[in-house]
């Protein structure tokens, strides 16, 4: 049984690829390909609005502390491990690996003084 379902499988698959390649509008519509690469790259000025009751329900997936969200980045920030989430199109990115490290600003001397 399973040997006559595998030949019908090939026979159907061959003449499909016979009706395939002999459409005259099949071949001219490959040869215009656009890549989906160039449309996913355009930018849209205005970023959707940040939902901010979202804060009462999401946690840093590292520390499961409370973000606080930053406007002028559109992130949400973890203030206790310094790093900050983004925000893409409305919804926030909440894998660590893509997770920003933020700059600290510590006031250490560079050489001790005796």
């Known amino acids: ?44 000025e205005v970023q959707p609005p940040f939902d901010s009751s979202l804060l009462e329900v999401l946690v840093c997936p590292l520390s499961k502390k409370p973000l606080r969200y930053d406007a002028n980045t559109n992130e949400l920030i973890n203030e206790e491990l310094g790093i900050a989430y983004p925000i893409v199109d409305g919804i926030p990115n909440m894998i660590p690996q893509e997770a920003r490290l933020l700059q600290k600003d510590t006031q250490t001397p560079s050489t001790p003084s005796e």
């Open 1 to 44: 049984m399973l040997k006559n379902v595998l030949s019908r499988l090939v026979r159907e698959t061959v003449r499909v690829h016979r009706h395939v390649s002999a459409a005259p509008s099949i071949q001219t519509l490959t040869g215009c390909r656009v890549s989906v690469r160039s449309f996913a790259e355009v930018k849209d």
